[in-house]
């Protein structure tokens, strides 16, 4: 009846007890950090585009 | 227990239910998008809302699969159990909300279709840090949606019970891409700590509940081994070990009997609902009837059939006294079969 369910269900979580936090734990170790621009140009300092500033 | 099929069976517990679900929905995604932007001048209520939703559907998902462990754990978690559906297709829509705003806000300005834009935009999928997580979310989706459709005892009765228990089973399936799904989108440029925390602390919960009650179940049913006698039938228990009106479960032949003591007499039937596979012996005898502790479906001790006009029918069992000995045959007769209850010496 129900025998074969509760086997497939207590296999699938022991199956994503092992993997999931694997897979996880990769996926942040993977992270970049956000690229950081060292410089700004002067035009989006100012929010303004030069050709239009005053 | 319903004859017939209607859309959703309200009573009053139900209403409640579902008032106390919608009502804190509400308030959550009005905390979660008010105080979001109070702290960030530059998100917009889109992006916060987005992430309302995103949030909520997981936090939702968590819940639902914490309460069958929990509710095997403890029975003061029942009650939850009883009206989990209307919480896995509320689940559902939250998610789809969660799933439209992000198309509309990232895919639907170009002149690409937006589904069309979801699935080709991005496909670095030999990557890990810019994988396609979209395309995760997209199928864990599609799989909560065939959840959510078949979420009715239509359904139920028609699929019967094992292959909709199999099919929504596919859950875990969701649940691990959706961990995926955000583990690669959203944690890939919010790096506080604390974020990363809480789904790793979701995940080992849920992880750890589930294994603990599968290893416990499997414990009792290896412990439930018997050897049968010559008479064919297996010696489960003393008289006194079954309460009154109350059931003492049983493993024969890898399969669970709940074998019932009441008015004088001890009956055998197998301890799977037909329902929803629920737990028959941890039920009671209200109105003479087996009541399933779930969803209040109901079986004759004798007979295993549901009172009429009901039709769900369950396997029976042959049972005999030999002093405060109960033996039980652990070959189980057909569905409905009438097996005359074995009566305690007055």
Known sequence: MIHRLRRRHRVTWLALAVLLPILYAIAIAARRPAPVVPSMPAPLLDGVPRETAP | ?346
């Open chain 2, 1 to 346: 227990m319903s004859r017939g099929y209607r859309a959703v069976g309200w009573t009053p517990h139900k209403k409640i239910y579902d008032a106390v679900l919608a009502g804190s929905i509400v308030l959550y995604l009005g905390l979660f998008v008010g105080i979001g932007i109070a702290l960030d001048a530059n998100a917009t209520i889109e992006t916060q809302l987005i992430r309302a939703l995103g949030t909520c559907a997981l936090l939702l998902l968590h819940l639902i699969l914490a309460i069958g462990p929990l509710a095997r754990l403890d029975r003061r978690f029942l009650p939850l159990l009883y009206n989990r559906r209307h919480l896995g297709v509320t689940m559902f829509v939250v998610a789809l909300g969660h799933a439209l705003f992000g198309i509309v806000q990232f895919h639907a300005l170009g002149d690409v279709d937006p589904l069309v834009s979801l699935l080709v935009s991005n496909t670095q999928y030999q990557s890990v840090s810019q994988f396609p997580f979209e395309a995760l979310g997209l199928v864990a989706l599609l799989i909560l949606f065939a959840m959510a459709a078949t979420s009715h005892d239509f359904w139920l009765a028609n699929l019967t019970a094992p292959v909709w228990k199999s099919l929504h089973m596919l859950v875990y399936v969701a649940y691990a891409l959706i961990v995926l799904h955000v583990a690669l989108g959203v944690l890939q440029a919010e790096r506080h700590p604390v974020l990363v925390g809480l789904l790793a602390a979701g995940l080992v919960t849920l992880g750890a509940l589930h294994v603990v009650t599968g290893q416990r179940e499997r414990a009792g049913d290896r412990a439930g081994d018997r050897g049968v006698d010559a008479s064919g039938f297996v010696e489960v228990c003393r008289l006194g070990d079954i309460r009154e009106k109350r059931a003492r479960i049983v493993t024969l032949g890898g399969e669970r009997v709940a074998v019932f003591r009441y008015d004088g007499k001890v009956s055998a039937i197998s301890n799977v609902c037909q329902h929803q596979n629920g737990p028959l012996g941890e039920g009671k005898i209200v109105d003479g009837c087996v009541t399933c502790p779930w969803h209040g479906y109901q079986y004759q001790p004798e007979t295993g059939a549901s009172p009429p006009p009901f039709t769900e029918k369950v396997p029976t069992f042959r049972v005999r006294l030999d002093g405060d000995r109960v033996l039980v045959d652990p070959r189980p007769n057909p569905p409905g079969t009438r097996i005359e209850p074995a009566v305690e010496a007055t």
